[in-house]
């Protein structure tokens, strides 16, 4: 299955100015053969935490646009998302990966970024998701949630890639891209990091986005600028990797 990692730059609080400034990417990456298409961490506002003006319902205009995009060019396509949601007086920073036909998964991020105050507005997910996208089981996880390798270990048995979307600024660049390789090498799958470039809300951001293989090795990365990363996801090579190399049975369950 390939995917599609679009590295771009978000006009800040400006959903709509993003959305139009995004037209076009998710056509481009399925004329390259794409099956999932994924954007940043609140890919269409940047992130920020004013809730009030930013965060939308789950069928608010944000979503709509995933879904009708998935839905025109018959691909999945994923990015994150400020919803408003009934379970929750906060806002959640959700990731929605969008299904060909509109179905919506959801994940709400685990760990909101208490260090820029995130868990001030934005409601923490209590859930693990794993969506099966056509024949690839895929974890979804959010920027932050990167830091705490529990989390990754938990889900490894029944994946064969994390989709990890972020805002993650130039200062911390190098946890960034140790941490993805880090994911991958210890989990035996492929880590796929969306990362957004540009500056918005003080901070610049370098992208540094990169898809890396279960054994480590860099497959595409790209820094500074907007680009669209493509890699073959493979189940068979993650299986044929862990039948190889069988660490993860050794693993302590405490």
Not at 15 to 41: P, S
Not at 179 to 190: F, G, H, S
């Amino acid at each position: 299955m390939r995917i599609a990692a679009v590295q771009h730059d978000i006009v800040w609080e400006d959903r709509a100015a993003t959305l139009a400034h995004l037209d076009g990417q998710v056509a481009a990456a399925a004329a390259g053969g794409a099956r999932l298409v994924a954007f940043t961490e609140m890919f269409a506002t940047g992130f920020s935490m004013n809730t009030h003006t930013t965060a939308e319902a789950p069928d608010g205009p944000t979503v709509t646009w995933l879904r009708d995009q998935a839905v025109r060019h018959d691909v999945w396509v994923a990015g994150s998302v400020a919803l408003r949601v009934p379970e929750h007086d906060l806002a959640v920073n959700a990731l929605c990966l969008v299904s060909p036909v509109g179905e919506v998964h959801r994940y709400d991020k685990i760990h909101p970024f208490s260090y820029a105050g995130e868990h001030e507005r934005f409601a923490a997910g209590d859930r693990f998701v794993t969506v099966d996208v056509e024949g690839v089981r895929v974890t979804l996880f959010v920027c932050y949630d990167l830091r705490f390798a529990d989390e990754f270990w938990a889900c490894a048995v029944d994946t064969d890639a994390y989709l990890v979307v972020a805002n993650w600024p130039d200062a911390r660049r190098h946890h960034w891209r140790a941490l993805l390789d880090a994911r991958a090498i210890e989990n035996q799958a492929y880590v796929v990091g969306v990362n957004r470039v540009g500056d918005g809300g003080g901070l610049h951001y370098t992208g540094d986005s990169r898809i890396v293989h279960p054994l480590g090795e860099v497959l595409a990365s790209g820094a500074g600028g907007e680009t669209t990363l493509f890699a073959d996801l493979d189940p068979m090579v993650v299986a044929d990797v862990r039948a190889r190399l069988p660490f993860l049975p050794d693993r302590r369950s405490h």
